[in-house]
């Protein structure tokens, strides 16, 4: 840990050098082995550019490539490296090879892979940036950012203090400012690429675009660069768009970017969430997602607003009979009902409530401790008091319309994505409905 003590004299010695004597503690005694030494130079000097000699055999060394002129680097150079770096057989996806001389003198070489690993299960991959002063590797964790962790490279910054212990005693605050500096260049190549290489940015995106959704949720300082690099599906065209592309095509009228959580693009066209929306809708269909969009909250001053907790401008009155009779069917179930004038095709909806993604997210943390899946709390629920469904349940009274009435609830509930089975008996509700229509036909 640097920590030890050490005595410098002045000896009479052939030639140019010095010659350093190490004693080394009884439990320290694996750094004499050969293979162990091996293991420390090539972690910490792999590219310095002086001869090492280990038992009179000459350690192999890497050319440093980041600190040659960029333009001087090949493409199969930069490959060779690549590989040598994680160890792969494949040629990057993107590479960013570059100086700079402000704030900080520093050399980087960064490659985007053509995969991730995450996607095959081996489980979350640790930042992979390299910090060298002066081709001597001073630490692997640097803080490099967590949700940039699919990148490759090496950062060579030469205004880092090279001291003894390399594991952890370096200035922090030249860190900082170094790894703000890197990171800033880095989306800018990543902006660069999506507004001049269009092909190349989708196959990107299509690899690492969960990994940008994080960047916009934990990276505040970027935070808007990021969000202009994210991409979405929306209810117009098959591609997709990012939030510049959807502003761009909103009507004079729209002042907020809509969205909403769903399965898949089929299932967010035909969600009755869309009922009365004429504007263009986001489609999020990943989990992640919602957590995005909460996060981001506005884009360049338009508020974000979620299609399942948008019906609070919604001023429509009458239907009391409707209301009344929903309320004294469901009960606790409800934290209130209201009536809407934006639905057409639907009975009713769950509104202003935690996304099903964020529910089944937190239904596979409990689990996974062994606890029950949280049972589902009151719900909000606003109603068409006009149709049919309801009107003739009010109309016809009895038993048979609060079953009805609760088989709406159960529909809404599993149309917001929240069914857990906590509303419970929808399959034997719709039976002895069933049983009835039967006996009454038979009558």
């Not at 004499?32 to 590219?47: C, M």
């Not at 009107?391 to 917001?416: D, H, P």
Request: hydrophobic share 35%; charged share 30%.
């Amino acid at each position: 840990d640097g920590g030890g003590t050490f005595t410098v004299t002045e000896e009479g010695s052939e030639g140019h050098g010095a010659t350093v004597t190490i004693t080394v503690k009884e439990d320290e005694k694996e750094y004499l082995e050969e293979a162990r030494i091996r293991q420390v130079l090539k972690k910490y000097s792999s590219f310095v550019p002086y001869p090492i000699e280990l038992n009179g055999e000459r350690v192999e060394v890497q050319k440093a490539i980041w600190s040659h002129e960029p333009s001087q680097v090949s493409a199969d150079e930069h490959e060779e490296f690549f590989k040598h770096l994680t160890s792969g057989f494949e040629a990057p996806l993107h590479t960013l090879h570059y100086r700079a001389d402000a704030p900080l003198q520093l050399q980087s070489l960064l490659y985007v892979p053509k995969y991730h690993t995450e996607k095959f299960g081996l489980g979350r991959m640790a930042p992979a940036i390299d910090l060298y002063c002066r081709k001597v590797l001073i630490s692997k964790e640097w803080g490099w950012p967590d949700w940039l962790r699919f990148v490759k490279g090496v950062v060579d910054c030469e205004d880092l203090p090279l001291n003894v212990s390399r594991e952890g005693g370096t200035d922090e605050k030249v860190k900082l400012k170094l790894r703000e500096s890197v990171v800033r260049r880095l989306i800018a190549e990543f902006e660069k690429i999506k507004n001049k290489k269009k092909e190349k940015w989708e196959e990107l995106w299509k690899e690492y675009g969960h990994f940008f959704k994080e960047g916009a949720c934990q990276d505040y300082p970027n935070q808007l660069r990021i969000s202009k690099l994210l991409m979405w599906q929306t209810s117009k065209g098959d591609g997709l768009s990012t939030f510049d592309d959807y502003v761009g095509r909103l009507s004079p009228d729209q002042k907020e970017i809509y969205y909403l959580n769903c399965k898949s693009k089929e299932d967010g066209m035909s969600s009755p969430y869309r009922e009365g929306v004429e504007g263009e809708v986001i489609l999020c269909t990943h989990s992640v997602d919602d957590f995005v969009m909460s996060n981001l909250g506005t884009y360049e001053g338009r508020k974000i607003v979620s299609l399942e907790k948008g019906f609070s401008d919604d001023d429509a009155s009458g239907g009391e009979d409707v209301v009344a009779f929903v309320k004294s069917v469901l009960g606790e179930r409800v934290l209130e009902v209201k009536p809407t004038s934006r639905l057409s095709k639907s009975p009713a909806l769950v509104v202003d409530h935690e996304s099903g993604a964020v529910r089944r997210m937190m239904s596979l943390v409990d689990t996974s401790h062994g606890d029950a899946p949280a049972p589902l709390p009151p719900v909000k629920l606003v109603v068409n008091p006009e149709h049919p469904i309801l009107k003739g349940a009010v109309a016809l009274g009895g038993e048979v319309a609060e079953k009805v009435v609760e088989q709406v609830l159960e529909n809404a509930v599993m149309t917001a994505g929240l069914g857990d089975g906590s509303v419970g008996g929808g399959v034997e509700r719709i039976e002895w409905m069933m049983e009835r229509l039967v006996a009454e036909k038979k009558e």
